[in-house]
């Protein structure tokens, strides 16, 4: 456990850094740690807020995209904040979806990497595998380009998730609602900068993805990564923090 980890009531998550307020949702399989490599560049001139989402803890008849945005926003509510900027990976990035459909007034952008929403291909209908350790390593690393970013502590952590038959089945229930809650029909009124950076190799949620939340969304801007598969802030932390403060910068002058 993170010993920077600040625990209050229900909530349990990271902070650093002054600034507007920087709030990260990581995803399905996704850790605090993913962003420990931007969040060193982003905390320069944001406080960069972390939660841990309640992805194995929440009841599994709650186990669903629309709890998890619920959930951030009794995070927003008990720190008191007004407005927030979002940044979401993969499920991080659908929660942030719905969140803002929910509460647009309090969100002053959104930035998806990897994010579902509109069409994912997860681990595939045979993952969850229980007990087979190869099966997870090679499913994990195929989530980056470069397979040596998939390492033994990630793998391990994937590993004892799926053979954990109550966290399994909060994966499960939470994969199958992010396929059934498709955000295509709602983000023409998302009326809010949105800043798009994906991998150009990401097999997960592919680049037609990224390219048809570009069209649909009124205010975006799609930044490619080479190289890089569904966690570019993870492979290439620093063009990521480039395009995103090539694009604040744009979109928020003043600031």
């Known amino acids: 456990m993170d010993d920077r980890l600040i625990k209050e009531g229900k909530f349990e998550y990271l902070q650093e850094g002054e600034g507007p307020v920087l709030l990260i ?13 931007v969040t ?6 944001f406080t960069v807020v972390i939660p841990m989402l309640p992805l ?5 008849i709650n186990s669903n995209v629309q709890s998890l945005a619920k959930f951030v926003h009794d995070f927003i509510i008990f720190k008191k904040w007004d407005k927030v900027h979002l940044l979401g990976n993969s499920l991080g990035g659908h929660i942030a979806l719905i969140y803002t ?12 990497t990897g994010s579902s929403g509109l069409y994912e291909s997860s681990f595939g209908g045979s993952f969850p595998r229980r007990g087979s350790y190869e099966f997870v390593q090679t499913k994990v690393e195929l989530t980056f380009w470069d397979p040596k970013v998939a390492t033994k502590e990630l793998v391990d952590e994937c590993y004892e998730v799926v053979n954990d038959k109550g966290k399994a089945l909060r994966i499960i229930g939470l994969a199958r609602s992010a396929i059934k809650h498709n955000m295509a029909k709602e983000l023409e009124k ?14 997960i949620t ?3 993805v990224a390219e048809e939340f570009h069209e649909l969304l009124p205010d975006s801007e799609l ?18 923090t480039e395009y995103f403060f090539k694009w604040y910068a744009e979109k928020f002058p003043k600031a």
């Not at 060193?40 to 001139?45: A, E, M």
């Open 206 to 208: 592919p680049p037609n």
């Open 101 to 112: 459909s929910t509460h647009i007034s309090r969100v002053e952008s959104v930035t998806l």
């Open 56 to 60: 194995y803890t929440m009841p599994i």
């Open 223 to 240: 930044y490619w990564i080479d190289k890089c598969r569904h966690a570019p802030m993870m492979e290439h932390p620093k063009q990521f």
């Open 25 to 37: 949702l990581h995803g399905l399989f996704g850790a605090l740690s993913n962003f420990q490599d």
């Open 190 to 203: 998302f009326n809010i900068p949105f800043c798009l950076i994906w991998g150009k190799n990401d097999t």
């Open 40 to 45: 060193q560049d982003l905390k320069k001139s």
